[in-house]
């Protein structure tokens, strides 16, 4: 035998329907809120009331998700939004940075003419302590110091 069919009138349904959205519309305010651990205890009641009133019943499952979901999805959309003003303005600031990063580094001239400049009139500790100032120019400039010895050697 057939378990029996809980039949509600149209007022019921439609009050039903009612408290099923404020309720969902304040549970999705409180998990926009953190006030829930994961998002299934915010849902779960909602769906429970569902099927007690009788609306999984007489609108069908996929009616009552789409009721439940609804709010949620627009404080989706709010925390979409609400990132979305927060990272645009620094998106711009750090693109240029990260292109100009991305870049392999190439040792200015003036730098190599100052280099050249502390070599002629330093001595060993002075030529150290310049070269522990510009860290990523060193590698460089020793290739430099190195090629012109070997020419001025080689002369």
Not at 14 to 37: M, P, W
Not at 60 to 67: E, L, M, R
Not at 109 to 116: E, I, L, S, W
Request: glycine letters at 4%; a negative charge; proline letters at 5%.
């Amino acid at each position: 035998m057939n378990a029996p069919v809980n039949i509600l009138s149209e007022a019921a349904i439609a009050h039903s329907v009612e408290v099923l959205k404020i309720r969902a519309q304040v549970r999705a305010y409180l998990e926009y809120e953190h006030q829930f651990e994961h998002l299934a205890d915010a849902v779960d009641p909602l769906q429970e009331y569902a099927e007690r009133s009788g609306l999984v019943a007489a609108l069908g499952q996929d009616a009552v998700q789409d009721i439940i979901a609804t709010p949620f999805g627009r404080f989706r959309e709010i925390v979409a939004a609400e990132i979305e003003t927060v990272i645009a303005p620094f998106e711009a600031e750090l693109a240029e940075p990260l292109k100009s990063t991305r870049q392999a580094y190439c040792t200015p001239q003036a730098t190599v003419d100052a280099f050249f400049f502390v070599v002629r009139t330093k001595d060993a500790d002075g030529i150290g302590q310049w070269l522990a100032d510009h860290p990523f120019d060193a590698r460089y400039l020793h290739k430099l110091w190195k090629q012109k010895c070997s020419t001025v050697a080689a002369k």
